[in-house]
């Protein structure tokens, strides 16, 4: 699966996929799609990553290991619903601040948080799930 071809089309592939998961991601709130469908799309974009470009350009590429990743986005998605006990409401009430920017009111949302702390955490523990794979079938060669 190595070839030319998939080498060189595969960083343009994952951009999309990447760009496309976050759109995903964002527009979940009113559409179908979330958190955990943006976070399976950027895992796939890991590993189509990986499978070009190795599992060592992949973790140079990200940065963190993929299971901090996933530890942030629990502790995101945790932060978010302990937000709603600072109102005095039950836990995971939906806190919303409306910022006037100009002509533009942009709506932030706990829920919003949430579902960014389920796209880290799917993202984290799949591309961890796909880099050891990786890792291992290429040590079998």
Do not use: Q
Request: glycine share 12%; aromatic share 10%; net charge negative.
């Amino acid at each position: 699966m190595n070839t030319l071809i998939f080498r060189t089309l595969a960083p343009l592939v994952v951009g999309t996929m990447l760009v496309f998961s976050i759109y995903v991601c964002l527009r979940g709130h009113n559409e179908p799609g979330g958190g955990f469908i943006g976070g399976l799309i950027a895992a796939a974009s890991m590993a189509v990553f990986g499978m070009a470009s190795g599992v060592a350009a992949v973790r140079k590429a990200l940065r963190f290991d993929p299971l901090t990743i996933a530890g942030a986005g629990v502790l995101l998605a945790g932060a978010s619903g302990i937000a709603s006990l600072f109102i005095e409401a039950p836990f995971m009430t939906s806190i919303w601040l409306y910022l006037n920017l100009g002509d533009t009111v942009l709506p932030i949302s706990t829920p919003m948080f949430f579902d960014i702390g389920v796209y880290l955490v799917v993202f984290g523990t799949l591309s961890s799930v796909a880099l050891a794979l990786e890792e291992e079938s290429e040590g079998d060669i």
